[in-house]
C-alpha cells in the first residue's frame, strides 16, 4: 500500500526556515515523481512545486520562487521542501503527492494519485 | 497561468440527488483534467484522471466529462459519503492550477 508521511512543519516567525520531509514506503519510490501541494486555512488547494524521479527536473510555483527548494533522496524514499524567508502567507498544510500519469513525446502530463496526511505550517510572529 | 473555475461553490443536495459539478478552464487542456474529493481535515482523494476515467476503488457513480475549456464532474445518486468539497485540477501545464473548490452540503 502506497504510504506518505510529511513531517517537518510547526510556528516559525515571519522571514524564518523549515524544512519539511515526505516519507515513502509502500513502493519503488525511486520510478515516481512527487510534487507538493499547500492549503491555506479554509482555502483551495495550491500546487507549489514539483521534482522528477531522479531529480532533475524542477518546478516551483511563481509564489514561492526562490524562496523553497526541493530534493530528493531516493536512498531513503524521502523528498524534502526546504521553505526560506517565509511569510505570512506561506501559512498552509503542506501535502506530499505521488504523481501518476502519460508521456508522449519527451512531454508528460501528471496528476496527484496518492496524498500524504500533511503538515502544518505556521508563520506568524 | 491558466484559471480553472469551478460552479457552484457550494451546492445544497440530499441524499439520492443527482448533482453535477462545472470547471471551465481559462485555455484549452485538451482532457488533462483531474477531480479530487476533499473532507475536512483530510487530504484529497483523486476521483478522475483524463477527464472522464474513474480511478480503481472509486464508485461508479461518480463520472467525469469534458474536453478543451469545459469540463463536468457527475454524481449520479449522492451518498451520505459523498458530502465534501471537490476540486477540479489541470494538468496540460505548469505551474499546475485548481479550481476554488465546490462544497456539496446537505439539504
Known amino acids: 500500500e502506497v504510504h506518505l508521511v510529511e513531517s517537518g512543519g510547526g510556528l516559525v516567525q515571519p522571514g524564518g526556515s523549515l524544512r519539511l520531509s515526505c516519507a515513502a514506503s509502500?513502493?519503488?519510490?525511486?520510478?515516481?515523481?512527487v510534487s507538493w501541494v499547500r492549503q491555506a486555512p479554509g482555502k483551495g488547494l495550491e500546487w507549489v512545486s514539483y521534482?522528477?524521479?531522479?531529480?532533475?527536473?524542477?518546478y516551483y510555483a511563481d509564489s514561492v520562487k526562490g524562496r523553497l527548494t526541493i530534493s530528493r533522496d531516493n536512498a531513503k524514499s524521502s523528498v524534502y521542501l526546504q521553505l526560506n524567508s517565509l511569510r505570512d502567507e506561506d501559512t498552509a498544510v503542506y501535502y506530499c503527492?505521488?504523481?501518476?500519469?502519460?508521456?508522449?513525446?519527451?512531454?508528460?502530463?501528471?496528476?496527484?494519485?496518492?496524498w500524504g496526511q500533511g503538515t502544518v505550517v505556521t508563520v506568524s510572529s | 497561468d491558466i484559471q480553472m473555475t469551478q460552479s457552484p461553490s457550494t451546492l445544497s443536495a440530499s441524499v439520492g440527488d443527482r448533482v453535477t459539478i462545472t470547471c471551465r478552464a481559462s485555455?484549452?487542456?485538451?482532457?488533462?483534467l483531474a477531480w479530487y474529493q476533499q473532507k475536512p481535515g483530510k487530504a484529497p482523494k483523486l476521483l478522475i484522471y483524463?477527464?472522464?476515467t474513474l480511478e480503481s476503488g472509486v464508485p461508479s457513480r461518480f463520472s467525469g466529462s469534458g474536453s478543451g475549456t469545459e469540463f463536468t464532474l457527475t454524481i449520479s445518486s449522492l451518498q451520505p459519503d459523498d458530502f465534501a468539497t471537490y476540486y477540479c485540477?489541470?494538468?496540460?501545464?505548469?505551474?499546475?492550477?485548481f479550481g476554488q473548490g465546490t462544497k456539496l452540503e446537505i439539504k
Open positions: 521534482i522528477s524521479n531522479t531529480g532533475d527536473t524542477i
Open positions: 485540477q489541470q494538468y496540460n501545464s505548469y505551474p499546475y492550477t
Open positions: 509502500g513502493f519503488t519510490f525511486s520510478i515516481y515523481s
Open positions: 503527492a505521488r504523481d501518476r500519469g502519460h508521456c508522449d513525446g519527451g512531454s508528460c502530463w501528471r496528476y496527484f494519485e496518492s
Open positions: 485555455q484549452t487542456i485538451s482532457s488533462w
Open positions: 483524463k477527464a472522464s
